[in-house]
């Protein structure tokens, strides 16, 4: 039996010690938000935070998050960053498919906990690792930006 | 965590559904909620309850007011994240007059009588057709579930309809003062005889169209809350993975499964004719277990196919084969002049959406369950008939949002493989494709093969033109009878046949050379114009060059009467700095033109192609004309998205075949653009009051081209084959060399890896 703490909540799981944490927070916990995209750390549509960090959950075995604070996309809107990023993400409307904004989230969010103020290349190096096939790259960069500054920088769109 | 079924109150309950629960339901409700931990199935509660008996005005098949206050809209087409769902509620909603925020979504259940796409003839998304076609369609709805609406107000208080106006879903009746809401409403317009049509606005009095509204899918895709396919879970769900047959056309010989079902939590081995699966109580264990299988294939008649060997065969084609002529004017042969001639090959593509192919099945003796995203729902019918034996009317399809589409999910080939699966258990299953499947069982953007030439007058005019095309017809296996009389496929000549310059005589032929049998080919994002466009305004940049001429304006002096795109060339040129200034050594200005699916565009692109042949995208312009625009934030996101989509594919992407397999796996070796590689966007869009054009696609189509043209711009070099070969582009052999044994391995991208491979 394995005990997970998965945005504040205790979970027991049965599961082998090696299975990803991906497929432990979709296929046994339900937690859907977090999303398969490569399963080889390429592309970061599966990213969570372990004590804040940043991480791969598709090639994370699910051992290694015992003891760990795990933060999902589901959690995030809970911290103040979270919530910031996620309506700087609404008010530049940067979702299109919105399959890889959970990861890109998760990305942005903690790069602003660790640098409130990133630059253009702390940026670059935070969310590289992040694909988005429907191709949101400028608008992502704009949104953190926002987030940081609570500037607006783009046209917003109307509720 | 427990997963419990509520029925709706139906005698026949969600998992039994009768002949006249699926009429009722219109196959849309999912038929249960969860009631435990943090998910929930967004959007779809509101279904149920509207769908458990509420009274509601139903006027036509897109429209649905309760006399609880919602409104709901049905969306015919799909919404895979170029905004469909918002450009098409806006049409609805502005002649309803109801604000956006005041709406419901609605996936559309299959159902090819209400909801196919007259520009396609089938129900499908595709094409860049989505506002084009419903641009009158839709505001017809609205406006006729308005005029009901109105005219029950104005028989409850006895006064003329004329006297009444809406804002906001309240109806007022201005003399007295006297307001109604749509949902008091609601019960009455459905006694209301329905108008052979009713009026429609002016454009001078649109609310929503053509403002930057918010989009309607986004608040849950930004706190994980909005189910993908990929993302459904049904009471009893098993979860699988499959393997087919890594050559086309190969089949299943044996299989040793005894240490897949040594695997804890693995349940079922499947096999199928061409394909093996592996179920277990979730992906990992699955996916483990399709690990451990030793699959003895037999890798049938294209076993041994190689890339060289398609492209050997496409040369052969072009050279020897018969052409159809898609345009014919004047003589091509007569003309005396300067000959120039190229040859230009471009590669097979995958789609790679973000979400990987995935389908929930549940087959029953007497019903099949279907929880998809797809482009093409009705055809999703059509294949779990086809494999279950059930008649039609016992199929229900739940279409989903798409994690991207592209035209990857206009095929229903990984629908029938998940039913064939899922009817050899008693369970539902949910089949999720590998990254590693989803790129090695696609159905690719064909190759082709384009011999293209002109001749230039004493002024360095182009006189004669003459493009010869060789590839494989998508159109033949999607819709054989869209195929012309003569046999031609009018995609392969799209934006090749009909460019937006004069031009005296030309011919314009293409050469049918289907793929192998058993290699499927699609649609990809731009279709046949991603592939001509990058042609043709390549080609027009080598003329340009071989007169001695600029760029811009050898174009404008093609263009003859052709005002939309004179503007957007100039538009774009302008704001670009086109001509204004040299720009440093190894820094390139491109431009491509164009008018794809309706719409004007011109795209510049600013390029630095490093000593080393490393390209960096500076800068890109856009200027487009797309007629009226229903969200100008759409046409915004699509430009963007849409030029990063083909630049991907231009500097990295190609499919390549070794002994008849796909030698891609994954996002390490199908590489695509990354955030760090992405420049700065502007997109400026004319005004306009012509017919609404296409938009999604429009920008793949420039992308290659405006690219390609910076990248000769900067370096003199003029590349014909996609993906770009960056071992062209070195200047300096000694300073690569340098950088490359300099670098530890990591910090190589396997593509200067390949240049580092010819050097040493
Ligand atoms: S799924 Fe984990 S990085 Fe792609
Ligand atoms: S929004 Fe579609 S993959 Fe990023």
């Given at each position: ?21 991906l497929w ?57 960053i ?16 919105g399959?890889?904004?959970s ?24 969310m ?22 609570g ?9 | ?18 002949r ?41 098949a ?26 098409q ?19 559309a ?62 109806v ?12 008091e ?5 459905a ?24 989009r ?11 189910p993908?396919?990929i993302d459904?879970?049904?009471?009893g769900?098993k979860?699988?993975?499959v ?26 081995v ?30 049938g ?15 052969e ?9 898609g ?6 042969d007569?003309?005396?002049g ?6 230009y ?12 192919i ?28 086809k ?15 798409m994690?991207?589409?592209?035209g ?18 008693d369970?539902?299953?949910k ?15 064909p ?17 004669a ?35 937006p ?17 058993g ?10 114009s ?12 080598e ?77 890109a ?10 969200n ?13 989509f ?24 199908y590489?695509?653009?990354?955030l ?8 400026h ?39 770009i ?36």
């Amino acid at each position: 039996m394995i005990v997970l703490s998965i945005n504040g909540q205790d979970s027991q799981v049965e599961v082998p010690e090696d299975m990803p944490l991906l497929w432990v927070l979709r296929d046994v916990i339900g937690l859907t938000g977090t999303k398969f995209g490569c399963g080889i750390a390429q592309c970061g549509a599966c990213t969570v935070h372990l004590d804040g960090q940043p991480v791969r959950s598709c090639v994370l075995p699910v051992s290694g998050a015992i003891n760990k604070k795990i933060t999902t996309i589901e959690g995030i809107g809970a911290t103040d960053i979270g919530k910031r990023m996620q309506q700087a993400w609404l008010g530049i409307e940067v979702a299109q498919c919105g399959y890889c904004q959970s990861g890109q989230i998760m990305s942005a969010t903690a790069l602003l906990a660790q640098t409130p103020q990133p630059t253009d290349t702390d940026i670059d190096r935070a969310m590289s690792g992040n694909l988005c096939r429907c191709g949101t790259y400028v608008r992502i960069r704009a949104a953190i930006k926002q987030a940081a500054t609570g500037q607006i920088t783009l046209p917003q769109t109307i509720a | 965590m427990a997963i419990r079924v509520t029925p709706v109150e139906d005698g026949d309950g969600p998992l039994n559904p009768s002949r006249r629960e699926l009429i009722k339901r219109g196959g849309l409700v999912v038929a249960f909620i969860w009631l435990s931990g943090p998910m929930r199935a967004w959007g779809m509660a509101e279904t149920a309850r509207i769908d458990q008996g509420q009274p509601q005005f139903a006027p036509n098949a897109f429209v649905r007011v309760g006399n609880d206050g919602s409104v709901q809209l049905v969306m015919p087409s799909i919404e895979m994240g170029q905004g469909a769902y918002t450009g098409q509620a806006t049409l609805l909603a502005e002649e309803l007059d109801v604000g956006l925020d005041q709406i419901t979504v609605e996936h559309a259940p299959p159902n090819r009588k209400l909801y196919s796409n007259p520009m396609l003839g089938e129900q499908a998304t595709g094409g860049s057709t989505t506002i084009r076609y419903c641009w009158s369609t839709l505001r017809n709805a609205g406006a006729a579930a308005r005029y009901l609406l109105v005219s029950a107000a104005a028989q409850h208080w006895k006064v003329d309809p004329s006297q009444c106006t809406v804002a906001r879903g309240v109806v007022t009746h201005a003399p007295s003062g006297r307001t109604l809401r749509y949902a008091e409403l609601a019960d009455a317009a459905a006694q209301v005889t329905p108008p052979d049509k009713a009026p429609l606005k002016s454009p001078s009095d649109f609310q929503l169209i053509g403002k930057p509204l918010r989009r309607v899918d986004t608040p849950g895709k930004v706190d994980g809350s909005l189910p993908f396919g990929i993302d459904i879970r049904v009471p009893g769900m098993k979860v699988a993975t499959v393997q087919a047959c890594p050559t086309f056309g190969g089949r299943l010989v044996s299989v040793d499964d005894t240490r897949a079902r040594a695997v804890p939590g693995v349940l079922a081995v499947v096999k199928l004719d061409n394909a093996v699966a592996v179920i277990g109580e979730h992906f990992w264990a699955a996916r483990q277990g399709l690990d451990a299988l030793d699959i003895h294939w037999d890798r049938g008649a294209n076993g041994k196919l190689t890339t060289e060997q398609l492209f050997k065969d496409l040369a052969e084609a072009s050279e020897h084969g018969t052409p159809i002529v898609g345009r014919d004017v004047g003589h091509v042969d007569g003309v005396s002049g300067k000959l120039v001639s190229a040859t230009y090959q471009l590669p097979m593509l995958a789609h790679a959406t973000m979400e990987p192919i995935n389908t929930v099945v549940h087959v029953r003796p007497d019903a099949c369950e279907i929880w998809v995203g797809s482009q093409v729902p009705a055809r999703c019918v059509d294949v779990a008939t086809k494999i279950t034996g059930l008649p039609a009317e016992r199929i229900v399809v739940h279409n989903q949002y798409m994690g991207g589409g592209f035209g990857r999910r206009l095929f229903e080939d990984s629908v029938e493989q998940a039913v064939a699966i899922a009817k050899q258990v008693d369970y539902p299953v949910k089949v999720i494709w590998t990254r590693e499947e989803d790129i090695a069982q696609d159905r690719y953007r064909p190759a082709y093969y384009d011999r293209i030439s002109s001749t230039l007058d004493g002024q360095g005019k182009p006189v004669a033109w003459t493009h010869r095309t060789t590839g494989a017809s998508v159109l033949a296996t999607f819709a054989p009878s869209a195929m012309g009389k003569n046999g031609l496929d009018p995609d392969l000549v799209e934006c090749a046949a009909d460019l937006p310059y004069e031009m005296p005589n030309m011919r314009v032929e293409w050469v049918r050379h289907d793929m192998p049998s058993g290699l499927a080919v699609g649609w990809w994002r731009g279709v046949g114009s991603t592939h001509n466009v990058f042609v043709v305004e390549s080609f027009v940049d080598e003329l340009a060059h071989a007169a001695g001429k600029d760029p811009v304006a050898f174009r404008k002096s093609m263009l003859g009467d052709n005002p939309r795109a004179l503007a957007v060339l100039e538009l774009a040129t302008q704001k670009a700095g086109w001509g204004q200034g040299a720009l440093p050594p190894r820094h390139g200005r491109g431009v491509a033109l164009a008018a794809p699916f309706g719409s004007y565009l011109c795209v510049v692109v600013d390029v630095e192609v490093s000593p080393q042949g490393e390209i960096s995208l500076r800068r890109a312009v856009t200027a487009v004309d797309c007629g009226m625009v229903v969200n100008p934030n759409t046409v915004e996101a699509q430009i963007q998205g849409g030029l990063v989509f083909g630049w991907s594919a231009a500097l990295y992407s190609g499919i390549t075949l070794k002994d008849g397999a796909v030698e891609q796996r994954n996002f390490n070796d199908y590489r695509v653009m990354r955030l760090n590689q992405t420049p700065p966007m502007e997109v400026h869009i004319v005004h306009s009051k012509e017919q609404p054009g296409g938009i999604g696609e429009t920008a793949t189509v420039m992308a290659m081209p405006s690219l390609l043209n910076a990248v000769f711009a900067a370096t003199g070099v003029r590349l014909r084959t996609l993906p770009i070969d960056r071992s062209a582009l070195v200047s300096d052999n000694n300073a690569l060399k340098a950088a490359l044994s300099a670098a530890t391995p990591l910090d190589i991208p396997s593509d200067v890896a390949s240049v580092a491979r010819m050097l040493v």
